[in-house]
């Protein structure tokens, strides 16, 4: 008997956004503790273009495909409706709205793990539900696991208009912090938005220059030296690196961070680095967190699945201010 065909956007081979293109594959099947989803939306995040690129080479090695990616579709971020559920799958039952990170987003239907999956805000549209799992889940242990942010702390969010960093200042604010964000010229506006205490033009003010000292940084931005932000930190202050970008195709930035934990146990100062866990618990608590409206999700532009391409260069760039929504329907 056929498999039942979806439209999805496929890879064959590792590259930039042009090796992305509309394909006609299988349905994805279940295995017994996963879901299939019928995406409405999808959200492109750095996970998804490194997987994409296969960059850091690393990743190729880690069982992710060496000549070329071995599931042909990316995508994490997700949200939709359950369109069946496997044999043990509990938590979600068929027809329910749900978001969460999923296998292959990029598509018509998806197959996501019944633990990385929840309820999908009443209050949000699928497109805005698309724009948080990854970056806010990063964002929300970065600020309360890592950095331990405490009420009435001074808290410095670098990139602060970026996937991760739009989700941090609101936590951070969310937990009573006084928070500072860095971003471009063009983007102050919408950070200032967000609610931040404070927000600094990096072309202008040198956040690292020592002048203030802060209880903790967040970066997101990937690339400052060890040494700068020590300075901005308060004597036993907290460094949280998120990612790492402009560290070439065999390190990928991880070399920053490999210092920062080898550094930390011989100073005052915390300094890290994480791995966001992918977990339904936690997106119940970002979906109180927005629905007591502590969190709202940013979106820059919304393309149609044949644009997903277009989509994931804008990501790439960095010109716009916020996600890139894929929208399947």
């Given amino acids: 008997m056929a498999k039942e065909l979806m439209t999805a956007v496929a890879q064959d081979r590792y590259g930039e956004a042009d090796v992305l293109y509309v394909d006609r594959i299988p349905r994805p099947a279940v295995a017994d503790n996963e879901v299939l989803i019928r995406v409405e939306a999808a959200s492109v995040d750095r996970g998804a273009w490194h997987l994409m690129a296969g960059l850091p080479y690393?990743?190729?090695?880690?069982?992710?495909?060496?000549?070329?990616p071995k599931n042909r579709v990316r995508g994490l971020d997700v949200a939709g409706r359950?369109?069946?559920?496997?044999?043990s799958v509990t938590r979600v039952v068929v027809g329910q709205e749900v978001y969460g990170i999923a296998v292959g987003s990029f598509a018509e239907y998806a197959r996501a793990l019944e633990t990385k999956i929840a309820a999908k805000p009443a209050r949000l549209s699928f497109a805005q539900a698309?724009?948080?799992?990854?970056?806010?889940?990063?964002?929300?242990?970065?600020?309360?696991?890592?950095?331990?942010?405490?009420?009435?702390?001074?808290?410095?969010?670098?990139?602060?208009?970026g996937g991760v960093g739009i989700y941090a200042v609101q936590v951070a604010q969310a937990m009573g912090a006084h928070v500072t964000g860095v971003c471009s010229t063009s983007k102050t506006d919408t950070v200032r938005s967000l609610g931040v205490d404070?927000?600094?033009?990096?072309?202008?003010?040198?956040?690292?220059?020592g002048s203030h000292r802060y209880d903790v940084i967040i970066d997101t931005g990937g690339n400052r030296r060890l040494r700068d932000l020590r300075r901005a930190l308060t004597?036993?202050?907290?460094?949280?690196?998120?990612?790492?970008?402009?560290?070439?195709?065999?390190?990928?930035?991880?070399?920053?961070?490999?210092?920062?934990?080898?550094?930390?146990?011989?100073?005052?100062?915390?300094?890290?680095t994480l791995i966001a866990s992918e977990n339904a618990e936690d997106l119940e608590v970002l979906t109180q967190m927005i629905d007591a409206g502590d969190i709202t999700p940013v979106i820059d532009s919304?393309?149609?699945?044949?644009?997903t391409a277009v989509a994931v260069a804008r990501m790439v760039d960095g010109s716009g201010c916020g996600k890139q929504i894929i929208a399947t329907r």
């Fill in 58 to 68: 690393p990743l190729r090695l880690a069982g992710f495909g060496l000549r070329a």
């Fill in 302 to 307: 919304v393309h149609p699945l044949a644009d």
């Fill in 235 to 272: 004597r036993t202050g907290t460094l949280v690196i998120v990612g790492g970008e402009n560290g070439g195709r065999w390190l990928g930035g991880i070399d920053r961070q490999i210092r920062a934990h080898c550094l930390s146990p011989f100073i005052s100062q915390k300094m890290g």
């Fill in 82 to 87: 359950v369109e069946a559920v496997g044999r």
């Fill in 198 to 209: 404070e927000v600094l033009d990096y072309r202008v003010d040198d956040a690292t220059d």
């Fill in 130 to 161: 698309a724009a948080v799992p990854v970056s806010a889940l990063t964002a929300l242990q970065a600020v309360r696991d890592h950095g331990r942010v405490q009420a009435g702390q001074s808290v410095l969010v670098l990139g602060a208009s």
